[in-house]
């Protein structure tokens, strides 16, 4: 069965911290890794991963996806209390040749405090 | 539209009722799907449209639950004879085709008393 877990569940920080959330996954048919930030309700898009060993970056935060080992790390740096948020892990599998699933992890609560 | 917009925003019903929870799409995106998000948890996929079509009704709990999109763009989830254990989050989200990103709604957040 297809699943996401990440890692931790929940994280409390100071601002300036910097924090590193996990993600590993077992899918069939591996198409890509998603990051979203979720505040409140509707999840951001941050990152598409689709390559090994290629950093994604946007400010203080960056990813890296390891397709060997079959896990993704987000890094955040001098976390702000604006950072507060769920972080959602996501993998895309190929189902059809018109159709990719996407499947949820857990999420990690990150919250960040002056 | 700008975005994914969703109907109501938050809606409160008694064990038994029906519901109704709109989405509607971005214009022009033909893939559109609608996730449960228990509190703690992350999105649970229910079902996935390619047009008219419900293309994948796999994560559909069980026959209490209904999709429609009848034209193709707004989408309707139907929830028949509500329980405690439904009340969570409903999130749409839309996409151009079914392997390009999607962009979520607010979401409807169903509290069954």
């Known amino acids: 069965e297809d699943k996401v877990v990440q890692s931790p569940l929940s994280l409390v920080v100071h601002e300036g911290d910097t924090v590193t959330l996990n993600c590993s996954y077992e899918?069939?048919?591996?198409?890509?890794l998603l990051w979203y930030k979720q505040e409140k309700k509707a999840p951001t898009f941050l990152f598409m991963l689709t390559s090994s060993g290629i950093e994604k970056k946007s400010g203080r935060l960056s990813s890296i996806l390891d397709k060997k080992e079959l896990f993704s790390i987000l890094n955040i740096t001098a976390t702000q209390t604006g950072d507060s948020a769920v972080y959602l892990c996501a993998v895309e599998a190929r189902v059809e040749t018109s159709y990719d699933k996407v499947i949820f992890g857990p999420g990690t609560s990150l919250s960040v405090i002056p | 539209g700008a975005g994914v917009s969703q109907t109501p925003s938050n809606k409160v019903t008694e064990k038994g009722k029906y519901v109704e929870l709109r989405c509607d799409p971005i214009?022009?995106?033909?893939?559109l799907y609608w996730y449960r998000q228990s509190l703690g948890q992350g999105p649970e996929f229910l079902i996935y449209f390619q047009g008219t079509g419900a293309a994948d009704d796999s994560g559909l709990p069980n026959d209490r639950f209904f999709a429609v999109r009848p034209e193709g763009s707004v989408s309707t989830l139907k929830i028949q004879r509500t329980e405690r254990g439904d009340s969570a989050v409903y999130l749409c989200?839309?996409?151009?085709?079914?392997?390009?990103?999607?962009?979520f709604g607010q979401g409807t957040r169903l509290t069954v008393v």
């Open positions: 899918v069939t048919n591996f198409r890509s």
């Open positions: 214009s022009g995106h033909t893939a």
């Open positions: 989200a839309s996409s151009w085709t079914g392997n390009t990103e999607a962009f």
